[in-house]
């Protein structure tokens, strides 16, 4: 079946970086629009960033300037490289691909920015 499979996550300090990997099997991933999503306890998932099968990106307002989305499509890979990271980042991030009606998650990778 599609897998999406999300590592990277972790523990960063405020003002670190962590870069967060997505790879995805078993669809055309070229087709599909990939995006990162996070939840944080309380509050309703959300849209952190996405990119188009053209390479054309979106971002959170709260992200903007921080946080950079690309993929590698012979990789079938899609990357968050969040810098300048804030203690308001910590979440669990999903990635997530979408085309037409399919809608794929990943099972969520923990992110923590603490000192």
């Known amino acids: 079946q599609v897998q999406l499979v999300e590592s990277g996550g972790g523990l960063v300090q405020p003002g670190g970086s962590l870069r967060l990997s997505c790879v995805a099997s078993?669809?055309?991933?070229?087709?599909?629009?990939m995006a990162w999503y996070r939840q944080a306890p309380g509050n309703q998932r959300e849209l952190v960033a996405d990119?188009?099968?053209?390479?054309?990106?979106n971002y959170a307002d709260s992200v903007k300037g921080r946080f950079t989305i690309s993929r590698d499509n012979a990789k079938n890979t899609v990357y968050l490289q969040m810098n300048s990271m804030k203690p308001e980042d910590t979440a669990v991030y999903y990635c997530?691909?979408?085309?037409?009606?399919?809608?794929?998650w990943g099972q969520g990778t923990q992110v923590t920015v603490s000192s």
């Open positions: 997530n691909a979408k085309w037409t009606t399919f809608d794929y």
């Open positions: 990119i188009t099968r053209g390479g054309s990106t």
């Open positions: 078993r669809i055309a991933f070229s087709r599909y629009t």
